[in-house]
């Protein structure tokens, strides 16, 4: 019995269930689609206030602005290369493998491009300068209003520094902020009991809707992304962790119920909200989880890296369209930008894909097609490897940055009690004032 108690466990259960609801009866599994987007909707809602509260809860008592400019030039440089190799592992696999060999274009179904046109009206306005231009909001308000990560990760820097250098110890300001984050993350906590409920209707609609020919139409190329992968995390994040003293399959242990709701809804950012407490709670500094995990939901896509990489190879070779190592390479810098982003949601990697063919013309528009039906499949994978991504990413410049307590890590591990997720990690570190 305490086993069905755990999260990760329940929604299991309930993505099991949802499978076989899906099979046995399609029509139906199709219309709990609601479920699941009512849960994703609930985690979005709290992304904005959990985002600031940690942000400038963390920056408002540092006072060694220097350490704050070191860490920030390591977690852009680290999301670089990461999000690089992500790329280079995706055309890689796909590339050996060659999923779309024989595949034609022709072969499929005419209504391939009227969903590659519905896509494409969604990509169609973006630019570098309208992706930078985007990252600051219209007003204070509105940076939470809209919903986009970037622009209240702006907001609440400036917030954060404004009140780290102005604010002084008694402040009440400092209190205020340390007392909203204790209250978001309570509410936090009342949400995420649903998680198993959500998990249920993304799953049962996802496999009613394509869980038949479409799917095994496909599934090539869905065991070779999958395959894609497991390599990335298991051998590029293994090897990442390992070069900073950490072990790749404890970070899985560690965030085991994270990655199984990123699964079950097949968006990482439903993971978001409790990777904040669980990532504190570990061992992590709160100014290094308040910044580097917000800004790798959006630099640091590793997921949807993979995801474009292996789709723009897929793509040439289903529709019989040459695509040297030249081009690629080219397509891998543009991708650099293009993947920046809004790829954290449900979705969102197929928007950026399309994106990317519409702003090169590399390859027939049309051959985003080939993946709207499996997109959900694929999103499983997506999303999960966003969510380990940026777990290892926190983790990893915490502990080179000297912000890391390997006791609280351990014992997080052992399955010491964890504090309710409606209690807002406060760790204390070197180079803070205390709160």
């Not at 009991?193 to 479409?214: C, D, E, I």
């Not at 999103?379 to 080179?400: C, H, Q, R, Y």
Request: aromatic content about 8%; charged content about 15%; glycine content about 10%.
């Amino acid at each position: 019995m305490k086993t069905l108690k755990k999260l990760y466990v329940q929604v299991l259960i309930a993505i099991a269930v949802a499978i076989v609801f899906g099979l046995l009866d399609p029509q139906r599994a199709v219309q709990m689609r609601p479920l699941g987007e009512a849960f994703i909707a609930l985690l979005k809602m709290m992304l904005g206030p959990i985002i600031f509260c940690t942000v400038v809860h963390g920056i408002g008592h540092i006072r060694d602005f220097r350490k704050l400019g070191r860490l920030g030039i390591k977690t852009l440089l680290y999301f670089e290369v990461v999000s690089t190799i992500a790329m280079l592992v995706g055309f890689t696999v796909v590339n050996v493998l060659r999923p779309g060999d024989g595949l034609h274009a022709a072969a499929l179904d005419a209504s391939a491009g009227h969903a590659a046109g519905l896509i494409k009206a969604a990509s169609a306005d973006f630019t570098l300068t309208h992706f930078l231009l985007s990252i600051i909001p219209h007003t204070l308000v509105s940076a939470f209003v809209s919903g986009d990560i970037l622009p209240v990760l702006f907001v609440s820097l400036l917030a954060g520094t404004a009140l780290s250098l102005t604010a002084k110890p008694d402040w009440i300001a400092l209190k205020l902020i340390g007392e909203a984050q204790t209250v978001v993350f309570k509410m936090l906590g009342f949400i995420m009991r649903l998680s198993p409920l959500g998990a249920f209707g993304a799953m049962a609609s996802a496999v009613g809707s394509y869980g038949g020919s479409t799917l095994l139409y496909l599934l090539r190329y869905i065991l070779t992304y999958y395959a894609s992968a497991l390599i990335f995390v298991f051998v590029v994040l293994g090897l990442v962790a390992g070069l900073a003293g950490l072990s790749i399959f404890r970070i899985l242990a560690l965030i085991k119920d994270e990655a199984v709701i990123a699964m079950g809804t097949a968006a990482s950012e439903a993971a978001f909200p409790r990777l904040v407490s669980k990532l504190g709670q570990a061992g992590c500094d709160e100014a290094v989880v308040g910044f580097v995990l917000p800004a790798g939901y959006s630099f640091n896509i590793d997921g949807a890296c993979l995801y474009m990489a292996c789709g723009i190879g897929f793509i040439a070779q289903a529709t019989d369209t040459p695509l040297p190592l030249s081009q690629q390479l080219a397509l891998l810098a543009v991708m650099l930008v293009t993947s920046k982003g809004g790829a954290g949601a449900a979705g969102g990697a197929l928007v950026k894909l399309t994106a990317t063919l519409q702003s090169t013309r590399a390859l027939p528009l049309s051959g985003v097609g080939l993946l709207f039906g499996i997109d959900r499949i694929l999103a499983i994978a997506t999303s999960t490897v966003n969510v380990i991504g940026n777990s290892v990413a926190v983790l990893v410049l915490a502990k080179w940055e000297g912000m890391f307590d390997r006791n609280k890590f351990d014992a997080c591990l052992r399955g010491q009690p964890m504090r309710e997720t409606g209690d807002a990690p406060r760790p204390a570190v070197p180079g803070r004032d205390p709160a």
